[in-house]
């Protein structure tokens, strides 16, 4: 899990927009260079889901949002009977920020990954893939606020001509008839400003303990375990240098 500093819609928009990925996260997820154009089938919109598919030479990648909060990929890799997921629930906290708790299920390389740190799939991985996004989404919706303002709607605020945006579509078209394009703050006491506020600082933005450390088990006990070893390796490095220096003065001097 790791709390984010931008909106829920913005968060659902980004989960469901799978074409972001070789962009966003180009070197960790993807490869800008081999991004392709993603055509996304709407297999059913209801109330209580919307579920699209998609197909590349190796997979199909079936999409399913459940509202309010869970966003799910299933990804079969051709007729190989392997299937990799990702399960997200995405939630909100207040407007301008909300949290994602996400799991990644598998069918096949189980041993590999339960003997691979939950730490250091969240440091070499999970981290890297939620900072590329956080930077870009905390400031363009920001930017998105202030171009909104000019505009009655999100479909004249929005530019969304290709099929990889049919979900976000879907999802915005949800979210006006039932929602009416907003969350009830002001029914839990939670007022809502009139414009949200852009943060520079990209060490606030990108605090990784306060957004994740301090709540994550495995994360927490992997500093501690740190912090323990500098502490002895402090004290191994001053006894050897204190070794050093008087066995240079029983040498030199007496």
């Not at 990644?104 to 730490?119: E, I």
């Not at 890297?128 to 709607?153: A, C, N, P, T």
């Not at 600082?201 to 495995?218: A, E, F, G, I, P």
Request: glycine residues 4%; proline residues 5%; charged residues 20%.
């Amino acid at each position: 899990m790791r709390d984010l500093e931008y909106d829920w819609q913005t968060l659902i928009e980004n989960v469901s927009d799978p074409s972001h990925v070789p962009f966003a996260h180009h070197g960790v997820q993807g490869d800008r260079k081999k991004a392709t154009p993603i055509s996304m089938k709407i297999e059913q919109s209801t109330p209580n889901v919307i579920q699209t598919t998609h197909k590349t030479s190796f997979t199909k990648s079936t999409i399913t949002f459940e509202p309010p909060c869970r966003l799910e990929y299933a990804i079969n890799f051709g007729d190989s009977g392997k299937q990799i997921g990702v399960v997200t629930y995405c939630i909100p906290v207040s407007p301008g920020k909300s949290r994602i708790v996400a799991q990644f299920p598998r069918n096949f390389a189980k041993t590999l990954h339960r003997l691979t740190p939950r730490w250091w799939e969240h440091v070499t991985n999970r981290h890297q893939v939620l900072d590329g996004d956080m930077i870009l989404l905390h400031q363009q919706e920001y930017f998105l606020q202030q171009k909104k303002k000019s505009f009655e709607s999100w479909k004249t605020a929005y530019k969304l001509p290709t099929s990889a945006d049919r979900l976000v579509i879907e999802f915005r078209n949800w979210f006006d008839k039932y929602c009416h394009g907003q969350l009830p703050w002001n029914e839990v006491g939670i007022g809502v400003p009139e414009n949200l506020e852009i943060n520079d600082n990209r060490s606030v933005v990108l605090d990784r303990y306060k957004q994740h450390t301090q709540y994550c088990s495995s994360c927490r006990g992997a500093l501690k375990t740190i912090q323990r070893l500098q502490v002895v390796l402090l004290a191994y490095f001053a006894i050897t240098i204190s070794g050093v220096a008087i066995r240079y003065f029983f040498a030199n001097v007496c």
